[in-house]
C-alpha cells in the first residue's frame, strides 16, 4: 500500500481507540485510497452509539435515525460521517429498512453494503479488512455485490443505478449475476423517489464516457423504466435518399451523446433526447424518404414531461427545454441579422454555447462532419449580431437622458423616443454610443414633444 492517511483522519481515529472503541475508515475512501485517486468523502464505521460518538466529538450532529454522526472538518470540502455498526432488517420498500438494530462487530456492518468494492476497511494501522474480496475486484475492474445481488437490490433500488454510475466512473464492468440481477430486478426502480433517481442519472452522465455508461443503463433495463420514450427511439430508421444519417433514431442519440463535448449533465442529457419525438412523427414518402416534421415539438413536450417526472430544478428544466426545442435551428449564409438575433434571444445568450455543443454532437452523430463553412460562418455571425442592443435597456442612454435634453417631461413621448432609437440602432443607421444618440435625438421622426 502506497498512501497516507491525513492528520484530521489519525486524530479521529485515535481519539475512538483511546477510549477503548473500535473504529475504521469505511466505504469509498478505500477504493479511492486503493487507486491512488484523491479521497473526497471520509465515512468512518465504530461500535460506539450514537450517543457515546457524541461524547468523544462533542462539536458533532445526529439528525437521523441510521447512526449517522457528522463532524465539520477545517480543511476538508464535507464532514467526516461516523456511524456506529448496524444491522438492518425489512425493505418493504425497496428503498430503506424497515428497521435498524446497533451492531456488535465490524462483519455485521460490512455485510450490509453494496459492492464488494465499497465493503473494505481500514484501521489505523492501516490493516486492511476485505470479507469479500474487494481488492481483488478493484483489480480485475469489477463491480459485484455483495453477498446475494437480488437481496442487495431489493433491499435499495437505487443500488442498480449506483452500478451503472460507479462503472461508469471507474470504467468497470458489471460482474455478470450482478448485472443479471439488474435486469431482474429493474421494475424496482419504480419505487425509488425521482430526485434521487435524477442525482443518479446526472452522475451517470457526468461520467468521462457517458455513452457507455448510458448504454448499459439501457441495457440493463433501467432506461426502459425510467425513459420509456427514449427506448421507442430504438428501430426507428432515418438511413434514407437525400439524407445523411446512418443509424436508426436511439443509435443516433447515443452516438450524439457519444460525441457531446459539453461535461454539463443538462447539456449531456438534452443531446441525448434531442430527437425523441421522431418515432412519433415517422412517415416515410412514396420516393423512400423518411421525414420527421416538427418532430423537435413533439420531442419539446416530451422534454418537458421527463424534466416534471425527474423533478428538474426551475433552472434545469428551462435549460433543458430549450435546448431540445430550439436545436433545429437554421444554418444559412443568407441570413438577417433579425433572425439570428431572433435565434439569440429564443435559445438565451447563457445557452448558445451549450446550443451549439449540441449541434455538434447531433451532427457527428449523425455521421456527418463536426462542422460546415455555413456553421463557421453563422458563429462569427452570432459573435457580431450579440454586439448589437437586444433591448431599448442595452441602449447607452434612458429616459432620464432624453428628458434632461429635450427638456420633457415624463411621458408616452420618452418610450416613443427611445423605441425609435432603439430601431435605428438594430438596423445599424446609427450607432450605440451616447454621444452619437444624444445627437440624433431632435432628428428622430417622432412629433415633436411638448416641452415644459
Known amino acids: 500500500m502506497n498512501f497516507t492517511l491525513p492528520e484530521a483522519v489519525l486524530e479521529t481515529l485515535d481519539k475512538f481507540d483511546s477510549k477503548g472503541f473500535e473504529i475504521y475508515i469505511v466505504g469509498g475512501a478505500i477504493r479511492d485510497l486503493l487507486m491512488g485517486k484523491i479521497v473526497s468523502d471520509w465515512d468512518f464505521t465504530t461500535n460506539a452509539t450514537p450517543e457515546q460518538i457524541l461524547k468523544i466529538i462533542p462539536d458533532g450532529f445526529y439528525d437521523n435515525?441510521?447512526?449517522?454522526?457528522?463532524?465539520?472538518?477545517?480543511?476538508?470540502?464535507?464532514?467526516?460521517?461516523?456511524?456506529?455498526?448496524?444491522?438492518?432488517?425489512?425493505?418493504?420498500?425497496?428503498r430503506r429498512p424497515d428497521k435498524v438494530s446497533w451492531g456488535k462487530i465490524l462483519e455485521e456492518d460490512l455485510k450490509r453494503r453494496d459492492f464488494t468494492i465499497n465493503a473494505m476497511a481500514i484501521d489505523k494501522n492501516l490493516k486492511i479488512i476485505d470479507l469479500y474480496d474487494g481488492q481483488k475486484d478493484l483489480k480485475n475492474k469489477l463491480i459485484r455485490a455483495v453477498g446475494d445481488p437480488n437481496e442487495r437490490f431489493r433491499e435499495d433500488s437505487l443500488r442498480m443505478m449506483r452500478a451503472v454510475r460507479i462503472a461508469g466512473e471507474l470504467e468497470f464492468t458489471i460482474e455478470e449475476k450482478t448485472f443479471e440481477a439488474i435486469i431482474n430486478n429493474a421494475s424496482l426502480i419504480n419505487k425509488i423517489a425521482k430526485e434521487r433517481i435524477k442525482i443518479e442519472l446526472f452522475k451517470?452522465?457526468?461520467?468521462?464516457?457517458?455513452?457507455?455508461?448510458?448504454?448499459?443503463?439501457?441495457?440493463?433495463?433501467?432506461?426502459?423504466?425510467?425513459?420509456?420514450e427514449l427506448i421507442k427511439c430504438f428501430g426507428v430508421e432515418q438511413k434514407s435518399p437525400s439524407r445523411h444519417h446512418i443509424y436508426d433514431v436511439g443509435n443516433h442519440l447515443l452516438m450524439a451523446l457519444k460525441e457531446c463535448k459539453s461535461d454539463d449533465p443538462v447539456v449531456r442529457f438534452a443531446t441525448l433526447i434531442h430527437d425523441i419525438g421522431k418515432p412519433q412523427t415517422y412517415k416515410k414518402l412514396s420516393t423512400g424518404v423518411i421525414t420527421f416534421y416538427n418532430h423537435e415539438m413533439v420531442s419539446t413536450k416530451i422534454?418537458?414531461?421527463?424534466?416534471?417526472?425527474?423533478?428538474?430544478?426551475?433552472?434545469?428544466?428551462?435549460?433543458?427545454?430549450?435546448?431540445?426545442?430550439?436545436?433545429?435551428?437554421?444554418?444559412?449564409?443568407?441570413?438577417?441579422?433579425?433572425?439570428?438575433?431572433?435565434?439569440?434571444?429564443?435559445?438565451?445568450?447563457?445557452?448558445?454555447?451549450?446550443?451549439?455543443?449540441?449541434r455538434v454532437a447531433d451532427r457527428l452523430g449523425g455521421g456527418a462532419s463536426e462542422t460546415s463553412w455555413r456553421l463557421e460562418e453563422f458563429k462569427k455571425r452570432l459573435t457580431e449580431v450579440q454586439k448589437q442592443p437586444f433591448s431599448?435597456?442595452?441602449?447607452k442612454i434612458n429616459g432620464t437622458d432624453i428628458m434632461k435634453t429635450l427638456n420633457i417631461k415624463p411621458g408616452p413621448k420618452v418610450g416613443e423616443i427611445l423605441e425609435k432609437l432603439f430601431n435605428e440602432v438594430v438596423e445599424k443607421k446609427i450607432e450605440n454610443t451616447k454621444e452619437i444618440l444624444i445627437s440624433n435625438?431632435?432628428?428622430?421622426?417622432?412629433?415633436?414633444?411638448?416641452?415644459?
Request: charged share 25%; hydrophobic share 35%.
Open 392 to 395: 431599448i435597456k442595452d441602449l
Open 204 to 228: 451517470i452522465l457526468k461520467c468521462n464516457n457517458p455513452y457507455k455508461a448510458i448504454l448499459q443503463f439501457k441495457e440493463s433495463g433501467l432506461m426502459e423504466e425510467l425513459l420509456p
Open 65 to 94: 435515525i441510521f447512526g449517522t454522526v457528522g463532524i465539520t472538518i477545517e480543511g476538508f470540502t464535507k464532514p467526516f460521517e461516523i456511524t456506529t455498526y448496524r444491522t438492518e432488517y425489512g425493505y418493504s420498500d425497496n
Open 303 to 358: 422534454a418537458i414531461n421527463i424534466a416534471d417526472r425527474l423533478k428538474f430544478s426551475a433552472k434545469e428544466r428551462d435549460k433543458f427545454v430549450i435546448l431540445v426545442r430550439f436545436h433545429q435551428f437554421t444554418v444559412d449564409e443568407n441570413q438577417t441579422d433579425s433572425a439570428i438575433r431572433r435565434f439569440i434571444k429564443n435559445t438565451g445568450i447563457e445557452n448558445i454555447e451549450d446550443m451549439l455543443s449540441l
Open 441 to 452: 435625438l431632435k432628428s428622430c421622426s417622432i412629433n415633436s414633444p411638448t416641452k415644459t
